[in-house]
């Protein structure tokens, strides 16, 4: 099996990123537990405007396969435990 390493995003990019799930998930067991949905959507659209165009890159760039998969997964648990909405799982493959 052929596995092919493709860098779709910075170092600075990734740990900007990491930064913006861990603040949004303190966020939320801090004060979000007292917020309404409209302002978990909104936490979660702005994580989505940095997550989605990574998990994209990723896609078209030859990731494929199931690290696509894991890719997927991990990014789409992580937001959705950060702002306390049903797991939507993609499948990539």
Do not use: H
Request: proline share 2%; with cysteine; glycine share 8%.
């Amino acid at each position: 099996m052929l596995f092919v390493s493709v860098q779709v995003t910075t170092e600075e990019q990734r740990s900007s990123f990491v930064s913006a799930l861990s603040a949004a998930e303190d966020w939320l067991y801090e004060e979000g537990d007292a917020e309404e949905a409209k302002v978990f959507r909104e936490k979660l659209s702005g994580l989505r405007k940095t997550g989605d165009p990574m998990k994209q890159r990723a896609l078209v760039g030859g990731v494929g396969g199931w690290a696509c998969v894991c890719v997927c997964v991990c990014v789409e648990i992580r937001l959705c435990l950060c702002v306390n909405l049903p797991l939507r799982v993609w499948y990539c493959v």
